[in-house]
């Protein structure tokens, strides 16, 4: 059933692809005139969510093998996009994202998991690892789109070379970065307050390291809202601040992991 279901999404987000193609060559017309595209691409967000509700869930626990994670990442970088595109014209990005998922479904389908599912894990555990993978796709897209924008201010500097055309305006994708770090912020707000709820003895657990990490990581986020909005940071400025506090949360992750698994060997 679920593959059935998993085919279903696929051939939504291909008809959904197909949709914004037609509409591609022009500069002016960023949001499909289909009457049928936000259809499409609710259906697309629905198709997947239950498909990737097949994956994770187990009899004994939850699946957060590799490919499963990659189709959360996928489906959270879809609804994004999917949000942010009610308020800016950035449907050219699902030329990008809408194979992307089709791509990790597909995946999902061919291969098995890797590896074994998480056993005796409680559904405000669970709730709190999906969270916590919510924030890091949405910021890890802001970390990437940061780096489209320094490539995309540095073209207009050199005009000889060529723009890249299928890319939103400039404007609207330091509008685009700034949704995407509140809505990375906020996930992660909500991720670092449900995770003091299951440690119950932070250092017994071996996470201070991890938990000082992504505070500053949070920290950072949060001081360049705020310098967005008292000191009109933008720019090249809002690269930095966003790639330096997305390196504090990649570090404050994959460090504790290899702290943990290579260093203490627990």
Known sequence: MMAYISLAAMTSYCIGFSIVWRHRSSQQILRPNSPIFPLVVMLSIVLHA???AGQIQSPVGINLNLIATA??????????VAITNTRLPIANLYLLLFPISVVFLLLSLLLEPGAEPLTNISTPLTAHILISLAAYSTLMMAACQSI???VQERQLRTPN??????????????RLLLAMIWIGLILLTVSILSGFLFLDNMFAQRVVHHTVLTSLSWIAYASFIAGR????????????????????????????KFVLEYLIQR
């Open 50 to 52: 239950i498909a990737l």
């Open 71 to 80: 189709n959360v990442v996928a489906f959270v970088m879809v609804v994004v």
């Open 148 to 150: 489209f924008l320094a």
């Open 161 to 174: 070379k060529s723009h890249h055309h299928m890319l939103p305006p400039l404007e609207t994708m330091e």
């Open 229 to 256: 909005y008292l000191f009109g940071w933008r720019g090249l400025t809002a690269v930095r601040w966003s790639l330096v506090a997305f390196a504090l949360l990649v570090l404050g992750y994959v460090g504790s």
